[in-house]
Nanobody
Framework: QIQLVESGGGLVQPGGSLRLSCVASGFTAGYTFMHYDMSWYRQAPGKEREFVASITNVYLSTEYADSVKGRFTISRDNWKSTVYLQMDDLKPEDTAVYYC???????WGQGTQVTVSS
């Protein structure tokens, strides 16, 4: 089955940057990573999981939550079956567990913790 493995989280000071990666594997039935749109979500303590960014499979169209526009950039490498989230100018309110999500099959990764604190 499809598996998503995130990495790149950690502790960073306000104003700093992190780059998250999500490697996908396990695609079957003639479908590959490049057939699917991909997204990043996040969940802060005590809050519901929320949309962060998404990227389509072929035309690489992107969408962002208003709270991260201009600071975060989503990208993908279809040959490496990997989606990235470049996070710049991080703020304490960005602290959350970040999850990778493949649309269609509706599969979630295990999440990676991002903590923004001085």
């Amino acid at each position: 089955q499809i598996q998503l493995v995130e990495s790149g989280g950690g502790l960073v000071q306000p104003g700093g940057s992190l780059r998250l990666s999500c490697v996908a594997s396990g695609f079957t039935a003639g479908y590959t990573f490049m057939h699917y749109d991909m997204s990043w979500y996040r969940q802060a303590p005590g809050k519901e999981r929320e949309f962060v960014a998404s990227i389509t499979n072929v035309y690489l169209s992107t969408e962002y939550a208003d709270s991260v526009k201009g600071r975060f950039t989503i990208s993908r490498d279809n040959w490496k079956s990997t989606v990235y989230l470049q996070m710049d100018d991080l703020k304490p309110e960005d602290t959350a567990v970040y999850y990778c999500y493949v649309q269609g099959p509706a599969v979630w990764g295990q999440g990676t913790q991002v903590t923004v604190s001085s």
